[in-house]
């Protein structure tokens, strides 16, 4: 398995699981092998010749990092003959009030969700195999916490200035959970396309932190909340992502009262 964007949140736990899942793993870093280089992802992937490739990397301001160098993996991917799992996100949607499967069409409202939703399609014409896992908001509960706990943290510790919307509801899902999904699919080549795998209930940012904030023994009501409409933020309000095909499959993530128990 050849992992792309090993050192990031969830290509951390995945590099985890797959030593549990018996997999080896190669993690080439961005130095060595520069998504945004045709030739030399075409090189590295093909030299190697992996059973599977999963496309973890990204930057989230960069269009060319997610959409190029989403089409190199998968053509260099299709060209080894590796099946290829590729990370999305709930954000290629615009937000309303009722969830999203996998059938609905993409309309995203920001860059980030743009550019992922245009490397979805890049990556099926170069690798018409591959399956493209939607998820939601990550976070950790071991010694990785994630971004979505640390920004709690550091507004309870005074760091920060941030703020938590009241109005702005997401599918949170455990980092580990995301990570054995992966697993759990990379020997199942009869799943593609996509596949949305994501926690079970939608939680308001305000709710996950104050949920959060509980967690690590403080007061929940100190956690500073506001609406998307106060702060006149632009963003998706309310995405909800539908994860049962993926429960049809076994595949399943925790829900918040499961993975933050004591």
């Not at 792309?4 to 961005?30: C, I």
């Not at 059938?103 to 018409?128: C, F, M, N, S």
């Not at 010694?143 to 550091?154: K, N, P, R, Y």
Request: net charge negative; glycine share 8%; charged share 20%.
């Amino acid at each position: 398995m050849l992992v792309t964007g090993a050192s990031g949140f969830l290509g951390r736990h995945l590099m985890a699981a797959s030593e549990a899942g018996r997999w080896e793993t190669l993690a080439p870093s961005s130095g060595s092998m520069d998504i945004r280089s045709r030739a030399r992802v075409l090189d590295e992937i093909t030299t190697w010749k992996p059973q599977v490739v999963v496309h973890l990397a990204y930057r989230r301001d960069d269009r060319q990092i997610i959409v190029d160098g989403t089409r190199n993996v998968a053509e260099a991917a299709a060209a080894a003959g590796a099946r290829l799992i590729h990370l999305s996100t709930d954000v290629v949607f615009a937000g309303r009030e009722r969830p999203y499967t996998e059938a609905d069409a993409t309309d995203a409202r920001i860059d980030y969700g743009r550019w992922k939703a245009e490397a979805e399609v890049v990556l099926w014409q170069a690798h018409p195999g591959a399956l493209a896992i939607r998820t939601s908001l990550l976070y950790g509960t071991e010694t990785q916490l994630g971004h979505a706990i640390t920004d709690v943290t550091e507004s309870l510790a005074g760091h920060s200035s941030t703020t938590f919307f009241t109005d702005e509801y997401r599918c949170p899902a455990h980092v580990a959970d995301v990570a054995a999904a992966i697993i759990a699919l990379a020997d199942r080549p009869d799943v593609h396309g996509v596949l949305h795998v994501a926690g079970p209930q939608a939680v308001s940012r305000a709710e996950l932190a104050q949920a959060f904030a509980a967690w690590m023994g403080h007061d929940p009501a100190r956690v500073p909340t506001t609406s998307l409409r106060e702060s006149g933020v632009q963003r998706p309000a309310r995405v909800v992502l539908d994860s049962s095909l993926a429960a049809g499959l076994g595949v399943r993530c925790r829900s918040l009262a499961e993975t933050l128990a004591r």
